[in-house]
């Protein structure tokens, strides 16, 4: 039965749905606290969008490799024309879903698409790309921001912190699995931050995030709550990076690294008005 559990969870990550789970815990965690109403179809454009933005980058990177290392891009190598026919699915119930959007989400979303698909280009004739990282992580936290923001009649200087925290969040991820795959990616032909820049500033670099968005978090107050997410997100990766040995074991790292965005969804469950 766990054999089967752990088959089951392997496949789903290899499909990023752990990632699209993620970005909708944070958006509904966003909707509560912002206090802001969003249909369905909020929920099913960033879950749609984050699901064929990285199945599209997995398909490339696969294919783009004669025998890749990394079981993810192996899978999406083999069962890339299975792939592209569910993501052309998903596509086209996207832009069919459109039309059931707010004015304010689809003007945002257009942009926030036009850059997207900026990136996947980039990505495709720039293999070696060195800002993959950043633009991810920024493109990740504002695809969640932009469907509670949009319905704001004012976005503050607060609402833009918060968003570049979730973006610091999202940059450590990628910096630390990056860090853990540096050999595997070496070896792929990747050209990640941290190959690019040495392992020595690779290190200075995912402590000095941590660091910004540690002191953020306790500069704005931690009887915000929201900041304490951000807090408890940012050790939580800390901890897989300082200690490779225990989190090197079986993709650990990934499965926790990934499994933070799941707690905005936990602390939406222990709000007493939930209940």
């Given at each position: ?62 294919n783009a490799m004669e025998n890749p ?207």
């Open positions: 039965m766990m054999i089967q559990l752990d088959r089951i969870y392997k496949y789903f990550r290899w499909l990023s749905l752990d990632i699209v789970l993620g970005a909708i815990f944070f958006l509904a965690y966003l909707e509560s606290y912002y206090e802001v109403s969003l249909s369905l179809h909020v929920y099913y454009a960033l879950g749609s969008a984050v699901w064929l933005i990285y199945t599209t980058d997995h398909l490339m990177d696969g290392s990394s079981d993810r891009h192996g899978f999406h190598k083999k069962y890339s024309n299975w792939l592209i026919v569910v993501g052309g699915v998903v596509l086209i119930i996207a832009l069919v879903n459109v039309y059931f959007l707010e004015v304010e989400i689809i003007r945002n979303g257009a942009i926030l698409s036009a850059v997207s698909i900026g990136y996947l280009l980039l990505v495709y004739f720039f293999r070696k790309l060195w800002v993959k990282e950043l633009l991810v992580a920024i493109v990740y936290a504002s695809g969640i921001f932009i469907g509670p923001l949009s319905m704001r009649s004012e976005v503050s200087a607060l609402d833009i912190i918060l968003l570049l925290q979730l973006s610091g969040v999202a940059l450590l991820n990628l910096l630390v699995f990056s860090f853990y795959d540096r050999e595997a990616d070496q070896k792929d032909g990747f050209n990640s931050l941290v190959l690019r820049i040495g392992e020595g500033k690779s290190r200075l670099l995912i402590l000095l995030c941590s660091f910004l968005v540690i002191t953020t978090c306790v500069l704005l107050g931690l009887s915000n709550q929201i900041q304490c997410v951000f807090l408890l997100m940012t050790l939580i990766l800390t901890v897989i990076f300082l200690f490779p040995q225990a989190f090197g074991q079986k993709a650990l790292y990934r499965t926790i690294g990934d499994g933070i965005f799941y707690l905005p969804g936990l602390f939406l469950l222990l709000e007493p008005k939930f209940f």
